[in-house]
């Protein structure tokens, strides 16, 4: 019993690793504007992504390429890092 238990924690964590990696994304395009009352970060496809609560929003020019790493939660994908992409 104590072995399937164990296999039974095992697979669980498996699918949580994996179910999480799925949920990431990552972009890069140019930056448009940062919606201060939203706190997101627009960019020139109107692509949006949410800054979350604590994380500072970035002070980017509009033109500038970027990349932005994040993740879905909730329906929007919410930064979980931002800078400008090298060329």
Do not use: C, H
Not at 1 to 28: I, S
Not at 38 to 61: C, H, K, N, S, Y
Not at 66 to 82: F, P
Request: proline residues 3%; negative net charge; charged residues 25%.
């Amino acid at each position: 019993m104590r072995k399937w238990a164990m296999r039974l924690a095992v697979l669980a964590f498996a699918l949580t690793v994996v179910a999480g990696a799925a949920w990431a994304g990552e972009m890069v395009g140019t930056f448009q504007k940062v919606d201060q009352d939203q706190r997101t970060v627009i960019f020139a496809d109107g692509t949006q992504l949410w800054m979350p609560e604590g994380m500072p929003i970035p002070q980017l020019t509009e033109g500038t390429k970027v990349k932005a790493t994040y993740e879905e939660k909730d329906g929007k994908n919410w930064v979980t890092k931002i800078e400008a992409a090298s060329d």
